[in-house]
C-alpha cells in the first residue's frame, strides 16, 4: 500500500468517526405542549402537559415569571413534565411556556393560549311575553359572562338586525324592540349569548304573543 493511499484511508476512518458526533450535534429537539382542550370554564381542571424527544431540564413559565408552585407543576419522567391547575380561575389565562435545557447545553420552548371564560347565564330572564297589537313590545335579555359577550337575537333562524329605524331590531342594550306589534310578529325569538371571540355560546328560547 502507497503512503498516499495509506493516508487516504487514515481520512476516511477520521471522517466516519465524527459523523456520528456531527449527526448528533445537528439533532434538532422537538417539544410539545398537549392540551385536552384550549377553552376551560371557570372551576374547571386544567391539565398541560410538554414532551421532549430527549432528556433534560423542563421549567414552566406564564407573563415571563417560572411557575414553581411544586402542587401545580410537577415531572413526569425526564421527557415529560405537567401543568395541573385544579380548579380555573380567570387570572389563569394567558400564554404558558415550556422551557427545555438538555445536560449538553440544547434549549428549546413551546408555547399555548389558554383562554378561561365564565358564564354566559341568564339570570332568570323572562321566557314568555304577551303584546297587544300595535303596541310596542320590549323584550330584555340579560347576561353575564367574563371576559366579554356577544348578543345577538334570531328568529327562525335568521338574524335579528340592529339597525336603527327597523321595526322589529335589536337595542344598544340587547334589548328585543318590536315597534307596533303584529300578529306575524309572534312566535319564539332565540337570544344567543356569545364569549367574545370564541366558539362558546348558549341559546335562551322566548316566547312572544300577539294579542288582538
Known amino acids: 500500500m502507497s503512503f498516499h493511499q495509506e493516508r487516504m484511508l487514515n481520512q476516511l476512518a477520521i471522517i466516519s468517526l465524527l459523523l456520528p458526533l456531527v449527526h448528533s450535534a445537528g439533532q434538532t429537539i422537538k417539544l410539545e405542549i398537549i392540551l385536552s382542550k384550549q377553552d376551560f370554564q371557570v372551576g374547571e381542571e386544567m391539565l398541560l402537559v410538554c ?3 430527549k432528556e433534560g431540564e423542563m421549567t414552566w413559565h406564564k407573563g415571563g415569571e417560572e411557575i414553581d408552585d411544586e402542587d401545580i407543576v410537577s415531572k413526569l419522567d ?3 413534565s405537567k401543568l395541573l391547575i385544579k380548579k380555573a380561575s380567570l387570572s389563569d389565562g394567558g400564554t404558558y411556556t415550556c422551557m427545555f435545557e438538555s445536560d449538553d447545553g440544547h434549549k428549546a420552548d413551546a408555547q399555548s393560549v389558554i ?3 365564565e358564564g354566559p347565564s341568564f339570570h332568570g330572564t323572562t321566557t314568555y311575553h304577551e303584546f297587544l297589537e300595535g303596541a310596542d313590545g320590549m323584550v330584555p335579555c340579560l347576561v353575564s359572562g367574563r371576559p366579554a359577550v356577544d ?3 334570531l328568529k327562525d333562524g335568521e338574524l ?3 339597525t336603527p329605524g327597523v321595526r322589529v331590531r335589536k337595542m344598544s342594550d340587547n334589548t328585543l324592540h318590536i315597534e307596533k306589534v303584529k300578529r306575524s310578529d309572534a312566535g319564539t325569538y332565540i337570544c344567543q349569548a356569545q364569549i ?4 362558546i355560546y348558549k341559546q335562551l328560547p322566548v316566547s312572544v304573543v300577539a294579542n288582538g
Open 160 to 162: 335579528i338586525p340592529s
Open 151 to 153: 348578543i345577538t337575537w
Open 78 to 80: 425526564y421527557t415529560t
Open 115 to 117: 383562554y378561561v371564560y
Open 196 to 199: 367574545r371571540g370564541r366558539a
Open 51 to 53: 414532551k421532549a424527544t
